[in-house]
């Protein structure tokens, strides 16, 4: 049996361990090696690197894209998109939604691995949509998470419904790496049984699972699995590309990867990552095994909020009481996966009952949102109470939320005029107004000074 591997290094890597702070350049010399390892896939755009690079590091997110296509000829490109939230957590129309995924699949995206916070898959099917419309590689995701509703049968549901929607691909996607190789093993099994589709694991090693949770998954029938090449594997990020190509091989599955490319990717990233450790970017710490993950079955970056928001309050004392409270906000929110922004918005919560002493006194206006409806459906059943006691029953969202919203993409169009050089512009605005506008002005500028020195120069 063959076992694919997606590289994560210039994505999901990168953006757990140094904050998605990698330019362009760092990486641009060694993509034609990585286009030649024998990867499935490479993931090389959304998530964070969107915002990331207009943000940080100025540069257009659209012509790293291309950039990375014009050298990667062979492998297919990889993205995460958020549904109908596309890189970032409120809603969008489904015409806009459409649209970025058109530009992305013009601009050289081939696979699209798209997920809903919820895993409401009503907030992932215009994308799903599109994407099979422009003849790309739809891979639909199930956010793994612990709770009392999320059962064997539930996930075993979710993938047909999957399938049902036209997906190539299901993607469980563990992204606070708790998912433990037993679990995986009765997740792929169950899902291998529900529906034909060929089944892709995407884990962390935070807990130091792992290794272990993909071996489990591969010996159920999963298809591939997410690394990272070593120098920037480990810790928050993905398992090691080359540990597990060797300990599969040594099991007696196939892959695809050339060891020798695999070594000149790693001697590659090696001083990219010594800079991050040396500039501080890269701080030690994720590098570790956080085992308390496992006991409260929650994402790292969400405990390390809420130990930032109560060190702030001078309040650590509370700490444990809040993680405890945890389990209560949850369940009365219907179990939402904790993703980025339920993880922080149930962590936030638990502290604010804590701190009041009371549940439910201060209510954050993210969740006031949340019990209205505008994230789509909750897994199980909210509380009644706590949304009468923020909403009367005329006030909440009925069906989906999207199709309450107006167009947008010609509106902001026309609006920037010539600012947006291009519909790529005007989605990049849409997606991160303040960023790219001032994106758009130092372009502007950078230009200009450009002209100007060409005239001097003519002057001489
Ligand atoms: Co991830």
Known sequence: MKVQFTETVVRDSQQSLIATRMPFSDFEDILETMDNAGYHSIECWGGATFDSCLRYLDEDPWERLRKI???????????????QNILGYKHYPDETVRMFVRKSAENGMDIFRIFDALNDFDNIKVAVDET???????QGCICYTTSPVHTIEKYAEMGKELEKMGVHSICIKDMAGICGPQEAYDL??????????????????????????????????CDGIDTAISPFAGGTSQPATETMKYALEQLGYETDLNDDDLQKIAAHFAPIKKKFLDNGTLNPQVMGIKADILKYQVPGGMLSNMIANLKDLNAMDKFDAACDEIPAVRKDMGYPPLVTPLSQMVGNQAVQNVLFGERYKNISKEIKAYLRGEYGTAPGEVSQELIDKCWKPEELV???YADSLEPIFEKTKAELGKTARSDEDVLSYIAFPQVAEKFFASREEKESNTVNYTIEKKED
């Open 132 to 138: 099979i419309k422009c003849g790309k590689h739809a």
């Open 398 to 400: 009925q069906g989906r």
């Open 188 to 221: 792929v099994k169950a899902l291998k049984a529900s529906t034909k589709l060929p089944v892709y694991f995407h884990t962390h090693h935070t807990t130091g699972l792992g290794p272990m949770t993909y071996l489990k998954a591969i010996e159920a029938g």
């Open 69 to 83: 296509k014009a050298i990667c000829k062979k492998t297919p490109l990889q993205m995460l998109l958020r549904g």
